[in-house]
């Protein structure tokens, strides 16, 4: 089955670019659209924004000024840039399929990666 | 602040019912968007549970279930276990002037007594 894992620096400069990067595995990552949610210690769930693999984006409205991302499907894997990173920031990321299903035409996050642990510090 | 409101935590001892619920308004649930749950273990990442308002995956035993109705939704569990201590977010879709996203309850902790 498909699985998500998420790779990258776990720690940042205040005001530098947070960088990660979702490798796919176990199944094809065209035709899907690619979500990445970020959680703060001991916090909810955060939407950042997902991509497709055309490379259509839609980001959070209030990241949207901070958040790129890209898509390689050579390599089966999507990124996500964040940039002037904050201390509230810190948080554990995660990459997860968020689509409609082609068959139940239904929406739901799944898979979901096992998380990242991104710390903003000096 | 979440955009879907869930109580901070439920309680319930073995074999019990319990019930989760979350609030949304009418830019969310109330504009009949779906609502999907998702229960997280400690310290893994969270997993999805109910899809579509009530549907189930392959593998989440039937015990699990969900339902929705106007503004809110809810998530009940019957016939309680240990194992299903964990935190449980209800999810959806908010479309405003403010712009449109996929949002989050703040959570809600099950301790199994």
């Known amino acids: 089955q498909v699985q998500l894992q998420e790779s990258g620096p776990g720690l940042v400069k205040p005001s530098e670019t947070l960088s990660l990067t979702c490798t796919v595995s176990g199944g094809s990552i065209s035709s899907y659209y690619w979500s990445w949610i970020r959680q703060p210690a001991g916090k909810g769930l955060e939407w950042i924004g997902r991509i497709y693999t055309s490379g259509s984006t839609n980001y959070n409205p209030s990241l949207k000024s901070r958040v790129t991302m890209s898509v390689d499907t050579s390599k089966n894997q999507f990124s996500l840039k964040l940039s002037s990173v904050t201390a509230a920031d810190t948080a554990v990321y995660y990459c997860?399929?968020?689509?409609?299903?082609?068959?139940?035409?239904?929406?739901?996050?799944?898979?979901w990666g096992q998380g990242t642990l991104v710390t903003v510090s000096s | 602040q979440s955009v879907l409101t869930q109580p901070p935590s439920v309680s319930g001892a073995p074999g019990q019912r319990v019930t989760i619920s979350c609030t949304g308004s009418?830019?969310?649930?109330?504009?009949?968007?779906?609502v999907h749950w998702y229960q997280q273990l400690p310290g893994t990442a969270p997993k999805l549970l109910i899809y579509g308002n009530s549907n189930r995956p392959s593998g989440v035993p039937d015990r699990f279930s969900g339902s929705k109705s106007g503004t809110s939704a809810s998530l009940a569990i019957t016939g309680l276990q240990a194992e299903d201590e964990a935190d449980y977010y209800c999810q959806s879709y908010d479309s405003s002037l403010s712009g449109s996203l996929w949002v989050f309850g703040g959570g809600t902790k099950l301790t199994v007594l």
């Open positions: 009418s830019s969310n649930i109330g504009a009949g968007y779906d």
């Open positions: 997860a399929r968020g689509d409609f299903d082609p068959i139940d035409g239904l929406f739901r996050f799944d898979p």
